[in-house]
């Protein structure tokens, strides 16, 4: 069956990796790509798929109702996939407003959007139909040394980011409950690959240590993180779009704990190997720490792995090395993202912390 699936944010760093994935994997699929082209949304990630008649892009706010019914009529969309939203804890805790315009009145939106195209006369919906949020094990809130978190556990977001991604949640299950919309959500760790905005913890360090610039940690650099590479993500997505079922969570993780400043000083390790020999661990300094900040994410994905029968596929040391070469080999991209507002962005963050 032909699969007209409508992909929010497809022009960030997630949306795009599953874009490319889709359009590689699958040939009966056609993307209709949402993207508003906020600072974080760049056309050049979809560069290598000029010209495939399967991807349309459309400029545009998830928030738009008018555009998001029009596209669902114009296109017949039988999917959805959210990734659109503002993704990054420091901003929200800047900036929290648009969080909860995008995050929560954007998917509001998009479910209202989604039920009046596809929600038949008796109140059934047509087979095939689905629609599915991507959302973050940022909503269960911070772990202590141990345990890892499961689809029951409850939610207790602490960040504005986290807050939105958790209202959006409760939004998409309030559809299920209340409506009968077929729905999943997503909950995966941190992403780390290609296309990823430097704001980010691994491509930022990539990206100062590489111009030799200070490598700031936060606190005391022990929070801990649970990475995964951004296209075992997508598999994930993709599994759970095509055989997810009705209504249910599922956690995306990999096993793969690591320190923050472990991970800084694995990037400096491959810095000096690969680029330049005099980058070493005096680039590290610590600074104030985030407010708020969750201590340790850990997922357990027993459900996605036995229902749905994903597993990660690529090994971290391998990730980060084939990240830190995409770096290294697109510098134009690079050095266009860090031009610009992001050097404003970058000094009111970092200057005096
Ligand atoms: P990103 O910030 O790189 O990309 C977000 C994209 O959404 C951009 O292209 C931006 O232009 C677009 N966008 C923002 N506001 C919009 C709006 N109002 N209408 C339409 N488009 C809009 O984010 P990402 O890291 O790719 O994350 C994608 C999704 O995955 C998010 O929902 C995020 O919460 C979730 N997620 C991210 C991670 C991670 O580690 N990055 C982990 C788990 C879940
Ligand atoms: P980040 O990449 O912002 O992801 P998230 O906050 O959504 O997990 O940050 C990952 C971790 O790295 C987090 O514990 C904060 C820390 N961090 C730093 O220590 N320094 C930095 O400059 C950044 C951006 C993050």
Redesign the pocket.
């Known amino acids: 069956m032909m699969k007209n699936i409508l992909v929010t944010g497809g022009a960030g760093f997630i949306g795009s990796n599953f874009v490319l994935y889709m359009l590689k994997e699958h040939k009966d699929i056609c993307l209709i790509n949402l993207d508003k082209l906020t600072y974080a949304g760049n056309l050049e990630n979809l560069k290598g798929i000029e010209g495939d008649t399967r991807h349309v892009f459309v400029q545009g706010d998830i928030g738009d109702a008018v555009l998001v019914g029009e596209l669902f009529k114009k296109y017949d969309i039988d999917s959805v996939v959210n990734f659109a939203a503002e993704s990054?804890?420091?901003r929200s805790i800047e900036n929290p407003g648009v969080f909860a315009q995008t995050n929560v009145m954007g998917t509001v939106n998009l479910l209202s959007c989604a039920r009046k195209a596809w929600e038949q006369e008796d109140g059934s919906y047509p087979k095939g139909v689905k629609f599915v949020q991507v959302s973050t094990d940022?909503v269960y809130g911070s772990l202590g040394e141990t345990g890892f978190f499961t689809e029951s556990t409850p939610l207790c977001p602490h960040s504005p980011?986290s807050a939105s991604k958790a209202s959006a949640d409760l939004f998409v299950m309030a559809w299920h409950d209340t409506y009968g919309l077929p729905v999943n959500i997503t909950r995966c760790s941190?992403n780390y690959g290609p296309f990823q905005f430097p704001?980010?913890?691994?491509p930022?360090?990539i990206h100062n240590a590489c111009h030799k610039k200070n490598l700031?940690?936060?606190?005391d650099?022990l929070?801990v993180?649970d990475w995964l590479y951004v296209e075992d993500h997508c598999k994930a997505i993709d599994k759970v779009l095509r055989g997810g079922a009705t209504g249910e969570v599922y956690n995306v993780g990999g096993h793969n704990e690591r320190t923050?400043i472990d991970i800084v000083k694995k990037i400096i390790g491959l810095v000096n190997e690969k680029v330049d020999k005099s980058v070493d661990e005096t680039l590290i300094q610590y600074?104030a720490d985030?407010k708020g900040?969750?201590r340790r994410?850990g997922i357990d994905p027993e459900k996605i792995q036995k229902a749905l029968g994903w597993s990660p596929e690529t090994a971290f040391e391998d990730g980060i090395e084939r990240t830190i070469r995409w770096y290294l080999d697109n510098d134009e991209w690079l050095q266009d993202v860090t031009s610009g507002a992001y050097m404003e962005y970058y000094e009111k963050m970092?200057k005096n912390r």
């Not at 704001?199 to 691994?202: D, P, Q, T």
């Not at 700031?216 to 606190?219: R, W």
């Open positions: 990054h804890v420091d940022e980011y941190n704001e980010k913890l691994i930022l360090m700031p940690v936060y606190g650099g929070n993180r923050n600074v985030r900040h969750d994410y970092y």
